[in-house]
């Protein structure tokens, strides 16, 4: 097998392959939740090595919520299946980004049914409710935060105005989640952001999860592996505010950030877009958008028929 195909298989075996037609073929013109091919949200989401980029981040912010992190310690199979989880995670970003309007509606009620039967107490004696419409809010927040972030430090600079496209394109899915209210421009994110700072909190099992994650927990890993979690664990917490780091532990001198953690990334973005370039999913949600036919050729890069 040539290099390329080895790195196609190992990206596809943590991801998936995200081709189902059933899910993004469809009704000819249908652009999705998202809006469509000329929206933000296909710009920076059909970029693999961004939400590869982005995707701890993302996690490790939502989990710093301890009501968010109790659902998922004590009623989640990250320990047993991480890599299901992941395909999950992500699975959720492009069926609700680039599946028809039927099959990403189908997938966040699924989603939504889910956290309303999870239910619990931290262990700090506090209830919770999956389905909490300002949990939920907080979920949902976190993806679109960390994976601007990414895309704007290592794609493109975006404008203001356009990554306030992109929060409003992305608040339709959240509050299609069960969240009453979600940030739908910086200004808002930003204040949203402070105003929720005081109930994050790192406690014991969010420490269990980020050494889960890291390799040093009752995940067992060799050196090597070890030392890449590491730097991917840092250079995605990198995308956060220093105080954000500083909650977790990350945080790291600039120097070495600069000498270390981005050119880390970078070479990572590098080598995920040469393995894939564009995803399956994106080319079927384009076609069944602008009424191109797609002819699968078993790769990722199918031919496009008018």
Known sequence: MSLHGRLVAQIEAIVGRHDEPAIYSGDPGD?????????????????LATLFVAGTAAILMELAHPSVMAGVFE??????????????????????????????TRVIESVRAIHERIRGTRPDGIPYHAGDPELLAWVHTCIPWAVMTAYDRYTRRLSTEEKDRYLREQAVIGRMGGATWVPESVAQLDDYVRRMRPHLAINEQTVSFVDFISGNGELVVGRAEKVQRWLTLHASMSLMPAWAQRLFGTQLPG???????????????????????????????????THVVVEPTGTHRLSLVR
């Open 255 to 289: 120097v070495v950030e600069r000498a270390l953690l981005r050119p880390s990334d970078r070479l990572g973005i590098r080598v995920v877009r040469y393995a894939i370039p564009e995803l399956l999913c994106v080319q079927l949600a384009r076609s069944r958008a």
């Open 31 to 47: 652009p999705g939740l998202a809006g469509g091919p000329g929206s933000i949200s296909w710009e920076i989401h059909a970029d």
């Open 75 to 104: 009623q989640s199979s990250y320990r047993t299946k991480p890599e299901q989880r992941a395909r999950n995670t992500l699975g959720y970003i492009l069926r609700t980004t680039f599946g028809t309007t039927r099959a990403a």
